[in-house]
Every structure is written in C-alpha cells, then in structure tokens.
C-alpha cells in the first residue's frame, strides 16, 4: 500500500513502556553519518504517518514525536562509550536542529558497556509526526 521498501523493514515495539516504531538495517548504507540518520528518519516518519492513518485503526494509533532512540547495532564499530556517544551527537545535531528548531532536545545515553549504543533524544512536546515530516521534507 505505497509503502516504501525500507520501511517494510520496521516494526512496532513496546520496549520500555511504550509502543514505538523500531527500523533495523542489516546493510550497512552509504554516505555521512548525518546523512544517514536524516534518511533513516524521513524513512521511519513517513511509515508512522502511514500507520497513524492506516482506516483500519480507525485513529487509535498516534506516535509522539518528543522523544526518539538512535541504536547503533555494531559494538564493534560503535561501542558504548562516551566517545561514541560524542560522535553520535556531533552527527544527529544537523537532524536535531531541523526536527526541534529553536527548541530545547537533550541527548542521553545507557551507561552499560555491555548494552548497544543507544542515544536517547527527549524534546518538548507535544510534537506530532506530520510536525516532524513536514520539518524534513
């Protein structure tokens, strides 16, 4: 139903006490960093917008778009540790800045080494998902 191909590599998860929607890439993609995470976002918020307006969950699904979770699934090239975590921040502060403009974000990480890296971004909301996909078009 028009879905586009990478998004049929998503799924909804409930980790953590609340439904999101998780994309895993088992490829790894090509260009920068920033690039990267700023294509993987369009792609994710365009399958939440799809969902949210799918007629046969008559409304009942709505994504909040204040808080997001980077995870970097190569412990070997990304391990987690502070300078990993600094390289993640330099690179999604270009997405950040264009999905919150002029808002207040912060990014945090889990502390375990033994976790994947994952960056956590909370932002003021509420924020819906056509607010951030009308920000990366």
């Known amino acids: 139903?028009?879905?586009?191909?990478?998004a049929r590599r998503s799924a909804l998860d409930d980790g953590g006490g609340r439904l999101g929607l998780?994309?895993?890439?088992?490829?790894?993609?090509?260009?920068?960093?920033p690039a990267r995470?700023?294509?993987?976002?369009?792609?994710?918020?365009q399958a939440a917008a799809l969902l949210e307006d799918d007629p046969a969950?008559?409304?009942r699904l709505r994504f909040e778009g204040d808080a997001i979770e980077f995870v970097a699934n190569d412990r070997l090239l990304?391990?987690?540790?502070?300078?990993?975590?600094?390289?993640?921040?330099?690179?999604?502060?270009?997405l950040l800045t264009q999905l919150y403009p002029g808002?207040?974000?912060?990014?945090?990480?889990?502390?375990?080494?033994l976790e994947r890296l994952t960056v956590?971004?909370?932002?003021?909301?509420?924020?819906?998902?056509?607010?951030?996909?009308?920000?990366l078009s």
């Open 1 to 6: 139903r028009g879905v586009p191909p990478a």
């Open 22 to 33: 998780v994309y895993y890439r088992k490829q790894p993609a090509g260009g920068p960093l």
């Open 37 to 45: 995470l700023t294509s993987l976002c369009r792609t994710l918020l």
């Open 57 to 59: 969950l008559d409304g």
């Open 78 to 94: 990304a391990p987690n540790n502070e300078a990993c975590f600094e390289q993640m921040r330099a690179a999604l502060t270009p």
């Open 103 to 113: 808002a207040p974000y912060s990014l945090s990480r889990r502390a375990d080494p």
């Open 120 to 135: 956590s971004v909370k932002a003021p909301g509420p924020i819906t998902i056509t607010d951030l996909a009308d920000r």
